[in-house]
């Protein structure tokens, strides 16, 4: 049983009886690791620190193939984001990331522009003054690495070419559609096809393709109306609720609480 060493960060942890706990890390080596961490909760336990919700740091584990929990042996704590723990918003938002990967990312897939993702989105999550359009980049660019990418240049039906100047407009604005179902937007020709599409700015819709360009450290030179939040919110909340097919907690969460 060879014993494997990867960097990890914690996505899900689960209390069982006595002192155990089943975590749950994303790796850039294994993609998502379930394992078994056996006397974890006991004082006594070295580890028992270092294996907080978000964490980032080294795991050791025994590894066999086709099993469903590994057995974890050690983690060495390297960055605990202590600056997002501080802060009751951002560590909501810190804890729907993770929920967002462990709904989507299934054991043994390895991605580690996702795993860089996240933890690049933990570092900037601590200072970032819009942590809204945060979440929003790390949507985007998760949908897009995990391979459910939504199409924002052509029809999802047709695949004509749609843009803002295409845009269907009415007296008052013009707007775009977009389908959950058909994965992305449609065409004025098309719209008709999903009576449930969205209808949003043709601004939210660049916003979006702006996002999806971008790097981390240019986030904090886009800014973003209080209806491009909402439609951005809306779209891409709907978007990974079809495809993860279940409700994030989280999402619920924030969404109640954060967003009153
Ligand atoms: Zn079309």
């Known amino acids: 049983m060879p014993v494997q060493k990867t960097h990890a960060i914690v996505i899900r942890t689960f209390s069982l009886r006595e002192s155990h706990k089943i975590i749950t890390f994303y790796t850039p080596d294994f993609g998502k690791v379930k394992t078994m961490a056996y006397g974890v909760k006991s004082p006594k336990s070295k580890l028992s620190g270092s294996l907080e919700l978000l964490n980032h740091g080294m795991l050791l584990f025994n590894y066999r193939e086709n099993r469903d929990l590994q057995n974890l042996t050690g983690f060495e704590l390297i960055e605990g984001f202590d600056g997002i723990r501080t802060d009751f918003a951002r560590i909501t938002y810190g804890c729907y990331f993770a929920e967002l990967v462990d709904a989507i990312e299934s054991e043994g897939d390895a991605n580690p522009e996702i795993f860089d993702l996240l933890r690049r989105t933990y570092q ?6 819009d942590v809204p359009l ?49 994965g992305g937007l449609l065409c004025e020709d098309c719209q008709h096809r999903d009576t449930s599409a969205f209808s949003i700015a043709p601004g939210s819709c660049e916003l979006l393709k702006t996002l999806r360009k971008s790097e981390l450290d240019k986030l904090s030179r886009i800014r973003a109306s209080t209806r491009n939040h909402r439609e951005l919110k809306l779209v891409l909340s709907s978007f990974i609720q079809y495809h993860t097919e279940r409700n994030l907690k989280s999402l619920k969460f924030i969404e109640s609480v954060l967003e009153m």
């Open 124 to 129: 900037f999550l601590a200072d970032t003054d």
């Open 134 to 182: 945060l979440a929003r980049f790390f949507e985007i660019k998760f949908l897009d690495l995990a391979g459910y990418a939504p199409q924002l240049s052509q029809c999802a039906n047709c695949s004509s070419v749609v843009t803002a100047a295409s845009a269907k407009r009415t007296q008052s604005a013009s707007m775009m559609f977009f389908s959950v179902r058909h």
